[in-house]
C-alpha cells in the first residue's frame, strides 16, 4: 500500500530562515502529488500541487516544492519563512483511479519565532 | 458559496452514545470523504463516497457507518461511541475527472470528545 512519510514532526524557525521540509512516497507508479496547509484553528487549504511537468511547482505564499523521481521525495521549500507561517504542513499522495483518495503524511508542525 | 461546511463545530458524549456529523458541500462535486486527524496520525481516511447513493471504506472504518443520501450531503454516524475515537473530523470534496488530479477542498472540522 502506498505510504507517506514525513520525518520533520516538529520544526522551530526564526523568522527570515529558510525552509525545507521533507516528504517521501512510496509508490514507484505515476503519482499526484499536494501540500496542504493548517492555520492554527482553521481547516486544510491547498499549497501547491505536481502532477506532470516541470517539477519545481510553485504554489501560493512563496511556497514551492521540487518532485525528484529517482528519490521518491516532493520536498517543500520556503527561502524566508514569516510568523504568518506558523501552521502544521501536510504532504499528500493521491493514488489515482477512480476515487481521488488522498493518503496523508504524519504532518510538520512548523513554529516561527517573531 | 459556503464551500465545505460541518455541523456541528463541537461535540462532548459519554461512552455508547450515538451521533451524527453532517457535511455539507456547495460546489457540485461528486466525491465526499471523512477523514479523522489525530495528534502524530496525520489525517486517516474513514469513509468516502464516488456520488450520490454509494460510499465505500477507507483505511479506518470501523465503529462508524456513512450515508450519501443526497449529492450535496454526506453524514458520518457514531451508532456507540468510544473514546478511541475522539478525534477531530474533517469533511473533504472534489470533482470527478482527471483521475487523482482533483483537489480535495476540505470543510472547517469536527472536534469530538468521548468521555
Known sequence: ??????????????????????????????????????????????????????????????????????????????????????????????EGGATNKLIFGTGTLLAVQP | NAGVTQTPKFRVLKTGQSMTLLCAQDMNHEYMYWYRQDPGMGLRLIHYSVGEGTTAKGEVPDGYNVSRLKKQNFLLGLESAAPSQT?????????????????????????????
Open chain 2, 87 to 115: 478525534s477531530v473530523y474533517f469533511c473533504a470534496s472534489s470533482y470527478w475527472g482527471l483521475a487523482g488530479r482533483n483537489e480535495q477542498f476540505f470543510g472547517p472540522g469536527t472536534r469530538l470528545t468521548v468521555l
Open chain 1, 1 to 94: 500500500a502506498q505510504s507517506v512519510s514525513q520525518h520533520n514532526h516538529h520544526v522551530i524557525l526564526s523568522e527570515a530562515a529558510s525552509l525545507e521540509l521533507g516528504c517521501n512516497y512510496s509508490y514507484g507508479g505515476t503519482v499526484n502529488l499536494f501540500w496542504y496547509v493548517q492555520y492554527p484553528g482553521q481547516h486544510l487549504q491547498l499549497l501547491l500541487k505536481y502532477f506532470s511537468g516541470d517539477p519545481l511547482v510553485k504554489g501560493i505564499k512563496g511556497f514551492e516544492a521540487e518532485f525528484i523521481k529517482s528519490k521518491f521525495s516532493f520536498n517543500l521549500r520556503k527561502p524566508s519563512v514569516q510568523w504568518s507561517d506558523t501552521a502544521e504542513y501536510f504532504c499528500a499522495v493521491n
